[in-house]
């Protein structure tokens, strides 16, 4: 057992089976640089993995988990499911104290925020602080023993950073893979797309990303990359392999907006052959 620790937005649970259809045969190390909430990752299960992420406080909640699950577990069960309790925690980023907490409490405040939270969304005003009102849950799951120390085995053998997307750069060799999962760019200007940081993810940021793309298609690694199905997506990649792929995603602000969405994968391979004749292709 190991399954992801966060629910996250954009989080890839549902496409698994798409992505790992379109994975390559063979690969050597695996890098997921826009790890979120590391659906694939988890799923995947590989050791001698790199992660990394811009979140600072997301990476702190794996850092802990890998080097103090047992104090994470003790700290989780003291938390309730109770509306008192969810804002009187929320409120700890308002207090001048909070940089003196221990990466424990952070991680544990995390995680129980986002168990709890409307939708296990991830949202900060301008100074950083969590304006995530209550779930209202009857029964979420705070903590997860087993599971929390079943992806600290996984996480020992795993590099974990935090930064900009490119950190990862100098530990690429050839036959390496990297899944990129970034934040999508809005198909249309209404719909509603998340703001993961608080400086978000422009067209700058986009291009650069395609150009990091362009390099590890040089030294003849793979990458596997995730976005909408909005036409900059397909003009941006032209010239590579795209898929589409469909994901049940909420598609407005209520909880019951659910609908169904095409999402591309872009690749510089050819899947294994096996597994396109196991999807009919
Ligand atoms: C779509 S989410 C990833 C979802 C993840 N694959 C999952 O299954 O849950 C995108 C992630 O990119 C991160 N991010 C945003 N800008 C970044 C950057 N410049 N470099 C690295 N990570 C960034 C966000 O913090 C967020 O966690």
Same mark, same amino acid.
């Given at each position: 057992m190991c399954k992801p620790v966060l629910k996250w937005v954009g989080g890839k649970r549902q496409l698994i089976s798409d992505i790992q259809k379109n994975l390559p045969s063979n690969y050597n190390s695996y890098f997921e640089p826009f790890i979120g909430g590391g659906a694939l990752f988890f799923h995947l299960k590989k050791t001698g993995c790199h992660i990394n992420?811009?979140?600072e406080d997301l990476v702190n909640v794996y850092e802990v988990v890998k080097k103090q699950p047992h104090k994470l577990i003790a700290s989780l069960k003291e938390h309730k499911n109770t509306e008192e309790h969810y804002y009187e925690t929320?409120?700890?980023d308002r207090n001048s104290e909070f940089s003196k907490m221990s990466a424990v409490?952070?991680?544990s405040r995390f995680i129980f925020l986002n168990r709890t939270g409307f939708n296990g969304l991830y949202r900060v005003? @301008?100074?950083g602080q969590n304006?995530?009102?209550?779930g209202k849950y009857e029964n979420p799951q705070i903590v997860n023993a087993d599971n929390i120390l079943a992806c600290s085995k996984l996480l020992k053998e795993t590099i974990i950073t935090n930064g900009d997307f490119e950190n990862i750069k100098g530990s690429i060799k050839k036959g390496d893979l990297v899944y990129f999962d970034?934040?999508?760019i809005p198909i249309s200007k209404t719909s509603s797309f998340t703001s993961y940081t608080s400086e978000g993810?422009?067209?700058n940021e986009q291009q650069r990303l395609r150009i990091f793309c362009d390099y590890i298609d040089s030294i003849g690694a793979y990458f596997l990359l995730s976005n909408s199905s909005a036409e900059e997506v397909k003009v941006l990649y032209d010239g590579y @392999?795209?898929?589409k792929v469909t994901a049940n995603r909420a598609i407005n602000c209520k909880s019951n907006g659910r609908g169904k969405v095409g999402e591309l994968l872009i690749m510089n391979y050819e899947p294994s052959p096996a597994d396109l004749l196991a999807d009919g292709g």
């Amino acid at each position: 057992m190991c399954k992801p620790v966060l629910k996250w937005v954009g989080g890839k649970r549902q496409l698994i089976s798409d992505i790992q259809k379109n994975l390559p045969s063979n690969y050597n190390s695996y890098f997921e640089p826009f790890i979120g909430g590391g659906a694939l990752f988890f799923h995947l299960k590989k050791t001698g993995c790199h992660i990394n992420d811009f979140n600072e406080d997301l990476v702190n909640v794996y850092e802990v988990v890998k080097k103090q699950p047992h104090k994470l577990i003790a700290s989780l069960k003291e938390h309730k499911n109770t509306e008192e309790h969810y804002y009187e925690t929320r409120a700890l980023d308002r207090n001048s104290e909070f940089s003196k907490m221990s990466a424990v409490e952070k991680a544990s405040r995390f995680i129980f925020l986002n168990r709890t939270g409307f939708n296990g969304l991830y949202r900060v005003n @301008r100074s950083g602080q969590n304006n995530v009102p209550f779930g209202k849950y009857e029964n979420p799951q705070i903590v997860n023993a087993d599971n929390i120390l079943a992806c600290s085995k996984l996480l020992k053998e795993t590099i974990i950073t935090n930064g900009d997307f490119e950190n990862i750069k100098g530990s690429i060799k050839k036959g390496d893979l990297v899944y990129f999962d970034p934040p999508y760019i809005p198909i249309s200007k209404t719909s509603s797309f998340t703001s993961y940081t608080s400086e978000g993810f422009s067209t700058n940021e986009q291009q650069r990303l395609r150009i990091f793309c362009d390099y590890i298609d040089s030294i003849g690694a793979y990458f596997l990359l995730s976005n909408s199905s909005a036409e900059e997506v397909k003009v941006l990649y032209d010239g590579y @392999r795209i898929q589409k792929v469909t994901a049940n995603r909420a598609i407005n602000c209520k909880s019951n907006g659910r609908g169904k969405v095409g999402e591309l994968l872009i690749m510089n391979y050819e899947p294994s052959p096996a597994d396109l004749l196991a999807d009919g292709g």
